[in-house]
């Protein structure tokens, strides 16, 4: 067997990758409204980057800058976007490196300002504003606004590109027309003072697709970056109660490999302790149960309640770091020794297992 074929594998489909993309490309460019493919929950491999430009993202982004830097290495050709705010460290790669970043802090663009100056290079950046939901940006609309006018007026290399905001991750806050409506409020104020438009309003991520989808979302909204519901697409449909029957939910799939088989009690016998990680699980007892265990976990996906078995009558029971047990009793399918077992995900075992360098990654078509 060759190294490559090793298990476990994560298969990745790039073409329903390439038509999530270009579904959500369509819908939201019927209301004007542009893409930046978000890589950073797949650990941005060039192979993923170029298939959201190839179904129509306008833009490339991520939050780590290492994976913006070896995609453009790797000749990736799209104007890249760095949407976690800049470490100070950050700055001079960022100038060589980076098209736009997201900014909140003016400290932070002046030193942007200096780095771009001697560098001789310009450098865009979109302002975010903060509308509730507590991560980064500027909270007060006149704070918010004057920031602005003080980039747009005193910088000469670092370009006020547009502003922006992000939404539904600390504070879980939803997006709505009345909250994007403020920022495009504040959009509509800075272009009056400034006498140009702004190139960008960006009105968030996935979450914001519902809007989208109900024609609910404010005119000025030109953009938003989109990761997990072109990469996974579960969240939607089974957090949101949006299930986009277009959207692929099956673009990556894990492909584990059976080590033991063994008909078990489901009660552990004992005094009970602690499990490998200091818990305290509960236990069901369902008397003796056909189960296996596969060469794989939590180490590699860290949450096993999250994955999905795809063949029927498969269960999870649990898993340590580099083992996961299912309950085979009532399998649809006779599973062998040397057997693969095949899950779907959520995007957080996307994020985790691509990271993982004991899984290989298989890029199908
Ligand atoms: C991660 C991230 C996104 C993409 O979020 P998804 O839910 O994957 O679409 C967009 N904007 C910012 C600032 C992010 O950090």
Redesign the pocket.
């Known amino acids: 067997m060759k190294y490559k074929e090793k298990y476990p594998i994560l298969e990745i489909n790039l073409k329903k990758i390439y038509e999530n993309t270009n579904y959500i490309v369509d819908l939201c460019g019927n209301l004007g409204i542009n893409i ?1 493919g ?1 890589v ?2 797949v650990n941005a491999p060039l192979e993923v980057g170029e298939i959201m430009l190839e179904g129509g993202c306008r833009y490339i ?1 991520s ?1 780590r800058l290492e994976q913006l830097i070896n995609l453009q290495k790797k000749g990736l050709k799209s104007e890249n976007m760095l ?2 705010m800049p470490m100070i460290g950050e700055i001079e790669e960022i100038v060589k490196y980076v098209d736009i970043s ?1 900014n909140s802090e003016l400290e932070t663009i002046n030193k942007i300002e200096e780095e771009c100056k001697n560098q001789n290079k310009k450098h865009k950046i979109i302002l975010m504003m903060d509308l509730g939901d507590l991560r ?1 940006g500027i909270l007060d609309e006149e704070e918010f606004i004057n920031t602005a006018l003080y980039i747009e007026n005193n910088f000469q290399y670092v370009k006020l590109y547009g502003i ?1 905001t ?1 939404l ?2 600390y504070g879980s806050i939803k997006p709505t027309y009345g909250n994007l409506n403020k920022l495009c409020n504040a959009a509509i104020k800075i272009e009056n003072k400034i006498d140009r438009e702004l190139d960008i309003i960006s009105g ?4 914001t697709l519902p809007l989208v989808l109900d024609n609910n979302i404010p005119k000025k909204i030109n953009n ?8 996974v697409g579960r ?1 939607l449909a089974d957090y949101w109660g949006y299930d986009i029957k277009q959207i692929h939910k099956d673009t990556i799939v894990l492909k584990a490999e059976v080590i033991e088989l063994k008909n078990k009690p489901s009660y552990p016998i004992g005094e009970m302790f602690i499990d490998a990680f200091g818990n305290k699980p509960v236990y069901e007892d369902r008397g003796i149960r056909k189960r296996a265990i596969l060469a794989i976990g939590k180490q590699d996906f860290v949450f096993p309640d999250s994955l999905i078995p795809l063949e029927e009558g498969i269960e999870i029971v649990g898993s340590s770091s580099d083992h996961l047990i299912i309950d085979i009793e009532n399998a649809a399918k006779k599973i062998e020794i040397g057997d693969i077992v095949n899950f779907g995900m959520f ?1 957080p075992n996307v994020l985790f297992l691509t990271a993982s360098d004991s899984v290989n990654k298989e890029y199908v078509f």
């Open positions: 930046a978000v950073k929950g982004a939050s949407i976690r997201l980064e922006g992000n539904s991750c968030g991520a996935t979450t938003l970056r989109i990761g997990e519901g072109i990469l969240d995007y």
